[in-house]
């Protein structure tokens, strides 16, 4: 295996999508090849790192929220209750 084919398995074998005989492939070859070895190294941490990131919570929740809380709040101009759906 090339460095360039590694590069363009890294990515798949990260997310664990590859075949058991291009997996094989890629350990040989980090075993062998230095520069693959830290680029390996250095993706995993990376991809660890988002993995156990939080994810920013979404704008449109937030906004629904408050429309839900500014609604419960506030009376009808009928008097019925305000509904959100």
């Keep these: ?12 074998y990260l997310d664990g999508e ?8 890629v350990r040989r070859h ?3 090849c230095a ?3 830290g680029e390996l190294r250095r993706a995993a941490e990376e991809w660890t790192a988002l993995v156990g990131a ?14 839900r809380g ?3 709040a506030a009376p009808a101009a009928d008097g019925a209750p305000v509904r959100w759906r």
């Design 1 to 12: 295996m090339s460095c360039s084919e590694f590069d363009d398995l890294l990515q798949r």
């Design 35 to 37: 520069r693959c070895e």
């Design 70 to 72: 500014a609604l419960s």
């Design 54 to 67: 939080s994810a920013p919570e979404a704008p449109a929740l937030r906004v629904a929220e408050r429309v």
């Design 30 to 32: 980090v075993g062998a």
């Design 18 to 25: 590859l075949f058991p005989s291009e997996e094989g492939s």
